[in-house]
T-cell receptor, first 114, second 112 residues
Framework: NAGVTQTPKFQVLKTGQSMTLQCAQDMNHEYMSWYRQDPGMGLRLIHYSVGAGITDQGEVPNGYNVSRSTTEDFPLRLLSAAPSQTSVYFC?????????????FGDGTRLSIL | DQQVKQNSPSLSVQEGRISILNCDYTNSMFDYFLWYKKYPAEGPTFLISISSIKDKNEDGRFTVFLNKSAKHLSLHIVPSQPGDSAVYFCAASEDGGFKTIFGAGTRLFVKA
């Protein structure tokens, strides 16, 4: 039972490079989300999706794109990486479109932008 | 402007004693609250939740108290165990909302 799987676990990028952080869940959850965790700031919501084909912005969406073509996958794209995007990124999923439901988190991707 | 605030970055407690972690919120539309626990190099895991129609919810050693008039909630861990040492995040969402807002976290140290 994998739950929420994030790849890669670690990544170093140069400023201006692009990359995609992968997230997959095998629980048939409708709701998926991306957070970034920075020291002293907790987890901040980047983007979320309430089902395949539906995405919306969270608290800090600038610099990130998402898509949801299947229920299982919710990739996060950095089009032009900036040092301010150095962070630990967590993907999460929950049932019931995320309303009043606990989220299941992956183990994170630690991203460094040089 | 942080809507969910955990003002204590860290807390140290002796094994067997009570741990009390506090959380304040500013958005009066929040009506569902959760606590997550996070170990290093792992994702947060759900611990306990409470709806705004209740003022207390208990699950084993963990109890969450909600004071809506004060916009304050707390997590009590009794008795505390060394394995409880982790970062605890308070989180909140609005009725029917899709966004969950997290606090900055409190690092709990339980000393043996």
């Amino acid at each position: 039972n994998a739950g929420v799987t994030q790849t890669p676990k670690f990544q170093v990028l140069k400023t201006g490079q692009s990359m995609t952080l992968q997230c997959a869940q095998d629980m048939n959850h409708e709701y998926m989300s991306w957070y970034r965790q920075d020291p002293g700031m907790g987890l901040r919501l980047i983007h979320y999706s309430v089902g395949a084909g539906i995405t919306d912005q969270g608290e800090v969406p600038n610099g990130y794109n998402v898509s949801r073509s299947t229920t299982e996958d919710f990739p996060l794209r950095l089009l032009s990486a900036a040092p301010s995007q150095t962070s630990v990124y967590f993907c999460a999923s929950s049932s019931g479109q995320g309303r009043n439901q606990p989220q299941h988190f992956g183990d994170g991707t630690r991203l460094s932008i040089l | 402007d942080q809507q969910v605030k955990q003002n204590s970055p860290s807390l140290s407690v002796q094994e067997g004693r009570i741990s009390i972690l506090n959380c304040d919120y500013t958005n009066s539309m929040f009506d569902y609250f959760l606590w997550y626990k996070k170990y290093p190099a792992e994702g947060p895991t759900f611990l306990i939740s409470i709806s705004s129609i209740k003022d207390k919810n208990e699950d084993g050693r963990f109890t969450v108290f909600l004071n809506k008039s004060a916009k304050h909630l707390s997590l009590h861990i009794v008795p505390s165990q060394p394995g409880d040492s982790a970062v605890y995040f308070c989180a909140a969402s609005e009725d029917g909302g899709f966004k969950t807002i997290f606090g900055a976290g409190t690092r709990l140290f339980v000393k043996a």
